[in-house]
């Protein structure tokens, strides 16, 4: 699939919010966040003849997310993980306001317990499940095996488990 021959307009539409929820995942500010993700589709605009066509198209864009927070967090030395402050900032579909308290408080707990992870845990469930990406982009994007990514997350999983039902001790 070439790149060029896309509507990049249709890729924004498509891709802005899972690129919105990793960067999100990532870093400690919404607004900031959203800074990020505009620059990302910026910097895949300017850099679209460098598309790796082994990558979808949502791969090359969380890679090109990867990058830009990295940079983000070296420049500004932040926290590498959400702020607890910005779950109220991810969706959470409820047919009542009931049912969104309820989806509002498991959101903050999950944050909550993805903290306590370490940033590559992090990194990869945030990959796998912000944004649906397969084990085999995820270890394009990291640089690892497709094995390593399969079994990071499995582990990683594992672990937000047992912190999420409060067996981990840290």
């Known amino acids: ?3 060029q021959n896309l509507d990049l307009e249709e890729i924004y539409h498509n891709h802005y919010k ?10 400690n500010n919404h607004h ?22 082994t990558l979808s198209i949502e791969g090359w864009l969380i890679t090109i997310a990867k990058n830009t927070v990295v940079d983000y967090l070296r420049k500004h030395m932040r926290l590498k ?3 607890l402050d910005n779950a109220k900032n991810i969706d959470c579909p409820a047919n009542n306001p009931e049912e969104a308290a309820i989806a509002s408080e498991e959101i903050t707990q999950l944050l909550y317990a993805m903290n306590k992870l370490k940033p590559k845990e992090r990194q990869i469930l945030s990959m796998k499940f912000t ?3 397969k084990h085999k982009e ?23 488990k047992k912190i999420y ?6």
């Open 165 to 170: 039902e409060g067996e981990w001790l840290i």
């Open 131 to 133: 944004t649906g990406l």
């Open 32 to 53: 900031d966040a959203q800074d990020l993700a505009n620059d990302v589709f910026v910097k895949a605009i300017r850099n679209q003849k460098n598309f790796n066509p």
């Open 1 to 3: 699939m070439e790149l």
């Open 18 to 27: 899972n690129v919105y929820r990793y960067i999100l995942f990532r870093i």
């Open 81 to 83: 993980f959400i702020s």
């Open 138 to 160: 995820i270890a394009n994007i990291l640089n690892i095996t497709e094995t390593n990514a399969r079994v990071s997350a499995h582990m990683a999983l594992n672990k937000l």
